[in-house]
């Protein structure tokens, strides 16, 4: 009880659950639709998804600070390729907050003379680049994890000779098995890497749909948001399954 308190106090937290709520509804309302009957649930749960999206937009406010002090943050990772992709993935960030401040500006009425549609595209844009530069550097953990795991693996096993009968395609095979096993072992044993890699992968569908390159319906992004909010949920509440930057 004591660490769901703490969950909810943390701007972070209540961000997180409402964003569950929020994709939830999204999906829930793409499965119902097609059903006969459930015209009032559908149109229900797409006003809980439109007012707590609204309601996220307060949680996001302060939210450039905490992109340009993660900025300055990765600026001093040891490693260059997490150093560079981290810097440039939360500089697009703290661009992305900006455009939605705008954007959160134009839809209170403070001004009409933003060009909304304009000021949207270039939010995705930016969250796309963030969310692409984010992967890259979870390739890369991921490339160091395998190689690891497959170091100390050669070090506990002889080499093992290879058969003559084996075929192209039984060697094709196996090395697809060898790497599916050996990516497999290197997310297990780094639980944090998992989450944030899959986080990132499942946020990427809703820029890559509202940009034009790769079209999903809502079921397919309300899921995906849902994986990531709960991926995000685990990391506010156990900061030890975060991510570190090293």
Same mark, same amino acid.
């Given at each position: ?12 937290g ?12 999204? =999906?829930?309302?793409? $499965?119902? #639709?097609?059903?006969?009957?459930k +015209?009032? /649930?559908?149109?229900?749960?797409? &006003?809980?998804e439109?007012?707590v ?42 661009l992305?907050?900006i ?7 134009r ?13 949207r595209?270039?939010?995705?844009r ?8 984010? =992967?890259?550097?979870? $390739?890369? #953990?991921?490339?160091?994890q395998? +190689?690891? /795991?497959?170091?100390?693996?050669? &070090?506990?096993e ?12 039984d ?11 050996l ?13 944030d890699?899959?986080?990132n992968?499942?946020?990427i569908?809703?820029?890559?749909h509202?940009l034009?390159?790769y ?17 995000g ?9 975060? =991510?570190?930057?090293?």
């Open positions: 009880m004591d660490a769901f308190t703490r969950f909810l106090n943390q701007t972070q209540r961000d997180r659950l409402f964003r569950a709520t929020q994709y939830t509804c999204m =999906l829930l309302s793409y $499965l119902l #639709e097609p059903q006969a009957g +015209e009032k /649930v559908v149109m229900k749960l797409k &006003k809980l439109s007012s999206s609204t309601g996220r937009k307060w949680f996001r406010l302060g939210n450039v600070v905490h992109a340009v002090q993660a900025t300055e943050q990765s600026m001093h990772a040891t490693d260059l390729v997490p150093r560079l992709c981290l810097t440039l993935a939360n500089l697009n960030r703290v992305y907050f455009c939605d401040t705008v954007l959160w500006v839809s209170v009425g403070l001004t009409s003379s933003i060009n909304k549609e304009k000021w595209v270039w939010a995705a930016h969250y796309y680049y963030s969310l692409l530069l984010s =992967l890259v550097r979870d $390739l890369y #953990e991921i490339a160091l395998m +190689e690891q /795991v497959a170091h100390n693996r050669a &070090k506990r002889k080499t093992p000779s290879q058969d003559p009968g084996c075929s192209v395609a060697e094709e095979t196996e090395w697809l098995q060898s790497f599916l096993l990516l497999f072992r290197s997310l297990r044993k780094h639980p944090p890497l998992f989450l890699t899959v986080k992968l499942c946020d569908l809703n820029p890559l509202q034009g390159i079209k999903s319906n809502p079921g397919v992004i309300g899921l995906g948001g849902l994986l990531s909010s709960v991926a949920i685990i990391t506010v509440a156990y900061p030890h399954m975060k =991510l570190k930057t090293h």
